[in-house]
């Protein structure tokens, strides 16, 4: 066991209980230019990662043979079949959010067995989700209370009961054989499916499906939050008015973020309807002076680019995609032209990356990234992330007759050391004329 695991823990704990026992006075403390509320909020949520991760870190420590990682597969699974179980049923709903009711009453509402409602709520009560405050009764905890108050929580779990996890388990399936047709080219997903057809035809067609989608991987869609985090830390303000255009976007949020630190971009945001993880409406706002800070256009991925004299152009790749690799490499060459015109342009390449082998992100953030890939490669056939030197490989594989595409810079996570983003300019290739006359004259 890591030996600073020990201090980082008590750290933690100290700063999270420090915010827990002091969030009542929080307000009254908001004037004070030292003790900001949103400080003391990202503080406590920090602490809460670092107390996450090291828990992760243990258990994964202390598992020490294969018995004790079957009984912790088994555990989530029925933790899982239980959440399903009282989703379904609408169960949560019936239960008040501040007060106890019998659990039959609540098995009567509900239209389930009243054991078996006993059952299932003392199984998700060791780990946090409902209580029994008195015997023959049901309540809701902080935890739980979330499934109601915010029902994407519900479809986030109807999702991965319902179709993540059965997907994952035809994985074997859609593993293609040496010499076998059988089942080449389809994804676990579309083995299990129906009719056939891919996840990215059912989520277009299927508003519910595509619903339950969003709400699952925006559970785990950190990724998103540090891109605009490491973009706001750019010194955006030394290019003053110049224009910036965000493309193959899926929302305005990293647009309005920027905007909201540096006013004096020209902003632009071109949304890709095709994309299935997307926001149902978007909105330009304007600012003090009546201008536009967002400018909103629709733009095909794959389409010639309408903006040719922007300063920097920011591919971020979010939400699904049938061939990853093929959409970059598609949008690189597109904008090539751009950036040879004006070798001051930078493209900023942020699709959603693996952590580099050996690289210090902590086993449990790697674990996360790579699993997440997993499960987009059985719903889609493809990852939803590249690793680092493929990514880079596609960006020096674009050129023309006089240069090509080169990474000029490597923007990291402002909280690990993982790479998240590449700067890309174009570079003429070195004029050999005057080197090959001599060679000639020799």
């Known amino acids: 066991m890591d030996s600073t695991w020990s201090g980082e823990l008590i750290a933690a704990a100290k700063t999270l209980s420090?915010?827990?026992?002091?969030?009542?006075?929080?307000?009254?403390?908001?004037?004070?230019?030292?003790?900001?509320?949103?400080?003391?909020?990202?503080?406590?949520?920090?602490?809460?990662?670092?107390?996450?991760?090291?828990?992760?870190?243990?258990?994964?420590?202390?598992?020490?043979?294969?018995?004790?990682?079957?009984?912790?597969?088994?555990g989530q699974l029925q933790l899982l079949a239980c959440l399903k179980w009282l989703s379904e049923f609408q169960v949560l709903a019936c239960i008040p959010l501040h007060n106890s009711l019998l659990i039959k009453e609540v098995a009567d509402v509900a239209g389930v067995p009243e054991q078996q409602l006993r059952r299932v709520m003392r199984a998700v009560a060791t780990v946090g989700i409902l209580h029994e405050p008195q015997a023959g009764y049901i309540a809701h905890t902080p935890l739980s209370a979330q499934f109601v108050t915010n029902l994407r929580n519900l479809d986030a779990v109807t999702f991965l009961?319902?179709?993540?996890?059965?997907?994952?388990?035809?994985?074997?399936?859609?593993?293609?054989?040496?010499?076998?047709?059988?089942?080449?080219?389809?994804?676990?997903?579309?083995?299990?499916?129906?009719?056939?057809?891919?996840?990215?035809?059912?989520?277009?067609?299927?508003?519910?499906?595509?619903?339950?989608?969003?709400?699952?991987?925006?559970?785990?869609?950190?990724?998103?939050?540090?891109?605009?985090?490491?973009?706001?830390?750019?010194?955006?303000?030394?290019?003053?008015?110049?224009?910036?255009v965000d493309v193959c976007a899926d929302s305005v949020k990293p647009a309005e973020s920027l905007i909201a630190v540096y006013p004096s971009l020209q902003m632009t945001v071109q949304l890709?309807?095709?994309?299935?993880?997307?926001?149902?409406?978007?909105?330009?706002?304007?600012?003090?002076?009546?201008?536009?800070?967002?400018?909103?256009?629709?733009?095909?991925?794959?389409?010639?680019?309408?903006?040719?004299?922007?300063?920097?152009?920011?591919?971020?790749?979010?939400?699904l995609w049938s061939d990853m690799s093929a959409c970059i490499l598609a949008e690189l060459n597109i904008h090539l032209a751009i950036l040879a015109a004006n070798q001051s342009r930078t493209l900023l390449l942020a699709p959603p990356l693996l952590p580099e082998h050996g690289q210090a992100v902590g086993p449990e953030l790697e674990a996360k990234a790579r699993l997440q890939d997993l499960c987009l490669h059985q719903l889609t056939n493809d990852g939803a992330a590249l690793e680092l030197s493929d990514l880079v490989d596609l960006v020096i594989s674009v050129h023309d007759h006089r240069g090509s595409l080169i990474v000029v810079n490597r923007l990291h996570s402002n909280k690990t050391a993982a790479v998240i983003a590449l700067a890309v300019k174009y570079a003429p290739y070195p004029d050999l004329s005057a080197t090959t006359l001599l060679s000639d004259l020799s």
């Open 18 to 74: 420090d915010y827990c026992t002091s969030s009542d006075s929080l307000h009254q403390s908001a004037s004070s230019p030292h003790s900001r509320p949103s400080d003391r909020i990202e503080e406590a949520i920090e602490a809460r990662r670092k107390i996450l991760s090291i828990a992760s870190r243990l258990q994964t420590t202390l598992l020490a043979n294969p018995a004790d990682l079957i009984q912790q597969l088994s």
């Open 161 to 244: 009961a319902s179709t993540v996890a059965p997907t994952a388990l035809h994985m074997a399936q859609a593993t293609g054989r040496p010499g076998s047709s059988s089942n080449k080219n389809k994804s676990a997903y579309a083995i299990l499916s129906e009719t056939g057809s891919s996840f990215l035809d059912d989520c277009k067609q299927n508003p519910r499906l595509q619903r339950q989608w969003t709400a699952f991987w925006q559970c785990g869609a950190d990724s998103s939050e540090e891109i605009v985090l490491a973009l706001t830390a750019l010194n955006w303000r030394a290019l003053g008015t110049a224009k910036v």
């Open 272 to 319: 890709n309807s095709e994309v299935v993880l997307s926001p149902p409406k978007v909105k330009a706002d304007s600012n003090r002076n009546g201008r536009q800070e967002v400018t909103l256009e629709n733009r095909l991925p794959g389409t010639p680019q309408p903006i040719t004299d922007a300063a920097v152009y920011i591919l971020r790749f979010a939400g």
